[in-house]
Structure formats: C-alpha cells, structure tokens
C-alpha cells in the first residue's frame, strides 16, 4: 500500500501522559497535514509542513501539541500531559505543491487517541 | 459566525433521488472549493473540486456562488452507496477550512 499511513491506529492513554503520533505520506509528496476530527465535526487543522520546514503552527491546540519532520519525510505529532479533551482522532495527509495552488490531499487512516 | 458552515443533516432519500447540499463560506477571499466524502470511521477523500464555472462529475454537480458565499454538491440518481458524510472545504491562503459535514442517507 502506497498511501498515507499513521501509527498507532488506536491509543488510549491516562491523563497527564505524553503521547506521540507517527505519519508516513506518499513518498513524492513534500506538503504534510496534521488536523484532528471530533464527532460530528470536520477535521479541525493544526499545522502543516513543506518538506522539513514547518510553515504554520499558529492552529496548534496548545503548548502541549509539537509536531516534527526532521528530514522532510515521516512526522511525528506529540501530545504533552495528556487530557481528557484531547480525546479524538488525528488525521494525517499529504499533498504535493503545485506553484501555491492547493493539490488534493491524501488523508491517512488516522489515529483514534483516548484520554482515560 | 464559523468560517465554513454546513447543515449537518441527516438528509435521508430514496434510492433514484436527487439530493443537494449547501455549504457558506465567511471569507470573501477565499480561493479553492472542495467536496470531500468521508464514510463511517474512514478518512476523508476528496470528490471533487469546485469551480467557478461549475464542474460535473458523472451524477455529481458542484457549483460556486462567490457573491453569495456558498458552494453546492447536487447528486442526481442517488445510490445506496452514496450514504456518507459530505464536506466541503474551503482555502483562503493555505490552511484549509473543513465544514462539520452533511450526512446523507440513503435508503432503498
């Protein structure tokens, strides 16, 4: 399978805990998506990044929330101390560039994260 | 006022009919329109994009009405397969900006 992938597909975690999220885009792609999707909701964006470089991080929930891409490839979302409305999925896409014009994204499977 | 707004539903039809959905948007310049189809606990994919002169994709229709701020989906001929959730999105610069969705639902 070529597509998005993300790990772990599910996490469920105590409060106060730090957890930490894995996307793999489509190997051609340089733009990446981090958004979160609650029930009955769209998904919400939080950052974004072109290749290594992480272009808007302004929509990250809180201090707890980080994201990394360190060499342009895979990105990692981590989730410090943990709370109870952290509980969601996060989705993860993918895209390529095309002279600032918005390219189809590729949405991975998420990860349904689970805050006891 | 949310920045992209959709009416929720569900919008529950028969099989064979016609069904359209609206989605309002508050920023006047925004660029890029999007309807996106998400089912039950899947990933959103992408249906297809908008434009100003209105496209149509088989059964699918979408149009662009930037002085009223809405973008629509029309589905003529609904199919049992069809039953998802619709989101449009809306992009001013680069961050995109998802509705809540319109569930549909069809029935036989």
């Known amino acids: 399978d070529t597509g998005v992938s993300q790990d772990p597909r599910h996490k469920i975690t105590k409060r106060g805990q730090n957890v930490t999220f894995r996307c793999d885009p489509i190997s051609e792609h340089n733009r990446l998506y981090w958004y979160r999707q609650t029930l009955g909701q769209g998904p919400e964006f939080l950052t974004y990044?072109?290749?290594?470089?992480?272009?808007?991080k302004s929509r990250l929930l809180s201090d707890r929330f980080s994201a990394e891409r360190p060499k342009g490839s895979f990105s990692t979302l981590e989730i410090q101390r943990t709370e109870q409305g952290d509980s969601a999925m996060y989705l993860c896409a993918s895209s390529l560039p095309q002279g600032g014009s918005y390219n189809e994204q590729f949405f991975g499977p998420g990860t349904r994260l689970t805050v006891l | 006022r949310k920045e992209v707004e959709q009416d929720p539903g569900p919008f529950n039809v028969p099989e064979g009919a016609t069904v359209a959905f609206n989605c309002t948007y508050s920023?006047?310049?925004?660029?890029?329109f999007f309807w996106y189809r998400q089912d039950c606990r899947k990933e959103p994919k992408l249906l297809m994009s908008v434009y100003s002169s209105g496209n149509e994709d088989g059964r699918f229709t979408a149009q662009l009405n930037r002085a009223s701020q809405y973008i629509s989906l029309l589905i003529r001929d609904s199919k049992l397969s069809d039953s998802a959730t619709y989101l449009c999105?809306?992009?001013?610069?680069?961050?995109?900006?998802f509705g809540r969705g319109t569930s549909l639902i069809v029935h036989p």
């Open positions: 920023n006047s310049a925004s660029q890029s």
């Open positions: 990044f072109q290749n290594e470089a992480q272009l808007e």
């Open positions: 999105v809306v992009r001013g610069s680069y961050i995109p900006t």
